[in-house]
Nanobody, 122 residues
């Protein structure tokens, strides 16, 4: 029923920027971005509610920004001043959490995209 399609991934040199996009088939109250590097667990990056309430992982706050275009059902992730450790698969996810409970925690999300690869070279 709910489908998510990510785009915008690719290769970038350290210090560069990337903007990822996620188109969602159905409007959902909570959306998030996650990432997973080889050999590591999936971690939360950022989340945004339908009321535009945003939350970020503390280690990434200041380098990432999440935004949305509700009319287009699209959520964006801006990643600035990239580092090689930012490399990995980035996933977009959606859930039914209320704004007060919309945080980038994997188990809170019911629907997931297939991911888009990000590679940051040194």
């Amino acid at each position: 029923q709910v489908q998510l399609v990510e785009s915008g991934g690719g290769s970038v040199q350290a210090g560069g920027s990337l903007r990822l996009s996620c188109v969602i088939s159905v409007r959902m109250p909570c959306t998030g971005w996650f990432r997973q590097a080889p050999g590591k667990e999936r971690e939360g990056v950022a989340s945004i509610s339908s009321s535009n309430r945003q939350n970020y992982d503390d280690s990434l706050k200041g380098r990432v920004a999440i935004s949305q275009d509700t009319a287009k059902r699209t959520v964006y992730l801006q990643l600035n001043n990239t580092k090689p450790d930012d490399s990995g698969m980035y996933y977009c996810a959606a859930g039914g959490n209320a704004a007060s409970a919309c945080r980038p925690i994997p188990y809170q999300f019911n629907y997931w995209g297939r991911g888009t690869q990000v590679t940051v070279s040194s």
